[in-house]
């Protein structure tokens, strides 16, 4: 069983930038691939980023590409969301999850997830 903890969230103005963190325990952190989803009120659960148990393949959404960059330190259990040129459609509850696939945006693909992280960008 792993837990995870999400941090990082915050308001900030558009252009802004924020980095997210996940920190995980209980399991072993680096058989898992790891993804950050995002959650905005009256929508879906989406997938951000994924990136593989090693790190060496990252899988972005079309609306954040070149401006959001997952990665993970494997040493540290700990897996990262840094976020630039942040917009207010960015507003939304991050959640970091653990799965087996990362090839996967599906939530239902993924078996643990953080509490989530509160991100609000103003306009």
């Known amino acids: 069983q792993v837990q995870l903890v999400d941090s990082g969230g915050g308001l900030v103005q558009a252009g802004g930038s924020l980095r997210l963190s996940c920190a995980a325990s209980?399991?072993?952190?680096?058989?898992?691939?790891m993804g950050w989803f995002r959650q905005a009120p009256g929508k879906e659960r989406e997938s951000v980023a994924r990136?593989?148990?090693?790190?060496?393949?990252?899988f972005y959404a079309d609306s954040v590409k070149g401006r959001f960059t997952i990665s993970r330190d494997n040493a540290k259990n700990s897996v990262y969301l840094q976020m630039n040129n942040l917009e207010p459609e960015d507003t939304a509850v991050y959640y970091c999850?653990?799965?087996?696939?990362?090839?996967?945006?599906?939530?239902?693909?993924?078996?643990?997830w953080g509490q989530g992280t509160q991100v609000t960008v103003s306009s």
């Open positions: 209980g399991g072993t952190f680096r058989n898992y691939a």
């Open positions: 990136i593989t148990r090693s790190g060496g393949n990252t």
């Open positions: 999850a653990a799965g087996s696939s990362p090839y996967i945006g599906r939530p239902s693909a993924y078996d643990y």
